[in-house]
């Protein structure tokens, strides 16, 4: 993101922001702009809470089967045979 940049911050970059996977250097245009642009302050929060709510959902099915591997990854023909 340029500095001196009207746009919206990109929702990839918010995410990794959010993440803290940006680095500093690229930090600094996200956080300046942030600090003035209500939309983007507004889709940093909501990005903000699908992390929670991803994570908080990734807890519940790590601690209700803590024995099972990736059942996710089971098509859906192998779940019906069961």
Do not use: F
Request: charged share 25%; aromatic share 4%; glycine share 2%.
């Amino acid at each position: 993101m340029n500095k001196r940049s009207n746009r919206h911050v990109p929702e990839d970059v918010l995410e990794r922001y959010a993440m803290g996977r940006l680095s500093g250097e690229e930090c600094e245009p996200v956080e300046e702009h942030l600090l003035l642009c209500a939309v983007c302050q507004r889709s940093l929060e909501q990005t903000d809470e699908y992390i929670r709510v991803a994570q908080a959902a990734t807890a519940i099915v790590a601690h209700d089967s803590p024995n099972r591997t990736n059942t996710i990854a089971i098509p859906i023909w192998a779940a019906a045979a069961r």
